[in-house]
């Protein structure tokens, strides 16, 4: 079946470094890939999402590349803040919307 | 306001019992979709809905049931609960039936959290 993988987590990083979370993903036919994001205390909320090949999904900063030769999506941000602590979860849309383990986020001031 | 709707927020309850978590999808989306929040296993796809229908089902127990009715909220039942069974439960909802093609965004309500004693 459809499967996604995460870089595990927790990530730590000061703020105004660079990220990259990575995700892979495992599938039949084309699927389209997201990242959500759940701030501490709510549910996930969209954060960017790519529907074909090399296409490139932004929002708030955030951008990701859908690979289909490797088979990635990389979650990247150039320069973080403390606000964009969070979970963030790489998804594939199948009947079930596969989500994987999510990389908890802690940005340092 | 993600426009999904859950109750209660918080729930609090002993083992063997039974519960009901309610979602009102946002206004529009015919699925509805639960998912499954612990610490130590990540996000677990429960079961979808569309339009009153199941469309698929993930790992959800025995104990465990759903179902979605004819003004599209949906309601999650948990039976003979367990200590394992606490945990967030998310609804989701969205405007399609699921499926590779097209992207299919879910949006999600902000979660009911279930504490088993």
């Known amino acids: 079946g459809n499967s996604v993988t995460q870089m595990e987590g927790p990530v730590t990083l000061s703020e105004e470094a660079f990220l990259t979370i990575n995700c892979t993903y495992t599938?039949?036919?084309?699927?389209?890939l997201f990242w959500y994001v759940q701030y501490p205390g709510e549910g996930l909320q969209l954060l960017l999402k790519?529907?074909?090949?090399?296409d490139k999904g932004s929002n708030k900063g955030f951008e990701a590349t859908y690979r289909k030769e490797t088979t990635s999506f990389h979650l990247e941000k150039g320069s973080v803040q403390v606000s964009d602590s969070a979970v963030y979860f790489c998804?594939?849309?199948?009947?079930?919307?596969?989500f994987g383990d999510g990389t908890t986020l802690t940005v340092k001031p | 306001d993600s426009g999904v709707t859950q109750t209660p927020k918080h729930l609090i309850t002993a083992t063997g019992q039974r519960v009901t978590l309610r979602c009102s999808p946002r206004?529009?989306?015919?699925?509805v979709y639960w998912y499954q929040q612990s610490l130590d296993q990540g996000l677990q796809f429960l079961i979808q809905?569309?339009?009153?229908?199941?469309?698929a089902k993930g790992n959800i127990l025995e104990r465990f049931s759903a179902q979605q009715f004819p003004d599209l909220h949906s309601e999650l039942n948990l039976s003979s609960l367990e200590l394992g069974d606490s945990a967030l439960y998310f609804c989701?909802?969205?405007?399609?039936?699921?499926?590779?093609?097209?992207?299919?965004?879910?949006?999600f309500g902000a979660g009911s959290r279930l504490t088993v004693l």
């Open positions: 989701a909802s969205s405007d399609r039936t699921g499926g590779i093609a097209g992207a299919n965004v879910l949006t």
């Open positions: 599938a039949t036919g084309y699927p389209s």
């Open positions: 790519a529907t074909k090949a090399d």
């Open positions: 998804a594939l849309s199948d009947t079930k919307s596969t």
């Open positions: 206004s529009g989306d015919l699925s």
């Open positions: 809905y569309y339009n009153g229908e199941e469309r």
